[in-house]
């Protein structure tokens, strides 16, 4: 079975400034999704940002990339230049690629705190 | 292009009752998932569904849950007899049929259910 860990449970950053968040997951599958999703107060999920593992190059969204590392089975989101509505519960999740489609594994996610 | 509905946003049953929730994809997902958030935690997968097909019910209670997906209409989620245990937020989801790379991978997420059993 997939699993995903991430390993803070908190994190604050100032304002404006840079923050990494550390994702590991354990799966036997060689081709994936990985995703981030944000859950701000109002607790709705949006999605960030999206990783295809066939893919080396690391996906980037403005603000937001990621340093995913296969073999290592790492996925870190990197927030630059960070604002107050970055603050959330962050989520990392995997996906096995099947044509048929399949669920959405999460981790225990990290509270993002911005701090003015 | 209308995201993922669901609803009630916030349902308040008694002990014993059963309660119903209700989703509506997005236009052209066939696929949708359910998934549960108690306070304080993550999201816990509970079951995946396709029009009129349980494909993943692994994460669903053995007793007094069911989901459907009919070929008309919206999903929905049934819980009976509920206890104060299942108080929790209720999360659908949708994607297209995933055949090929891209956009098509990606589940959208619903602004969630609230359940308060008292």
């Known amino acids: 079975a997939q699993t995903v860990t991430q390993s803070q449970p908190e994190m604050s950053v100032q304002e404006a400034e840079t923050v990494t968040l550390s994702c590991t997951y354990d799966?036997?599958?060689?081709?994936?999704?990985l995703f981030w999703y944000k859950q701000p107060p109002s607790r709705q999920m949006i999605l960030v940002i999206r990783?295809?593992?066939?893919?080396?190059q690391n996906a980037t969204e403005n603000r937001f990339s990621v340093n995913f590392q296969k073999a290592a089975k790492s996925f870190s989101l990197k927030i630059s230049d960070s604002q107050l509505g970055d603050a959330a519960m962050y989520f990392c999740a995997y996906r096995r690629r099947e044509t048929s489609g399949s669920r959405l594994t999460f981790g225990e996610g990290t509270q993002l705190t911005v701090n003015p | 292009n209308a995201g993922v509905m669901q609803n009630p946003r916030h349902l308040v049953r008694r002990r014993g009752q059963e309660a119903r929730l209700r989703c509506s994809p997005m236009?052209?997902?066939?696929?949708v998932y359910w998934y549960r958030q108690l306070p304080e935690e993550g999201l816990k997968f509970m079951v995946y569904?396709?029009?009129?097909?349980?494909?993943?019910e692994s994460g669903m209670p053995k007793e007094r849950f069911s989901a459907e997906f009919p070929k008309e209409g919206p999903s929905i989620l049934r819980i009976q007899q509920v206890v104060r245990g299942d108080s929790a937020a209720y999360f659908c989801?949708?994607?297209?049929?995933?055949?090929?790379?891209?956009?098509?991978?990606?589940?959208?997420f619903g602004e969630g259910s609230w359940l308060t059993v008292v």
């Open positions: 236009k052209g997902h066939s696929h």
């Open positions: 799966t036997s599958e060689s081709d994936y999704y």
């Open positions: 990783q295809e593992a066939y893919k080396q």
């Open positions: 569904l396709q029009k009129e097909n349980i494909i993943d």
């Open positions: 989801a949708s994607s297209p049929q995933s055949l090929y790379r891209g956009s098509g991978n990606t589940i959208y």
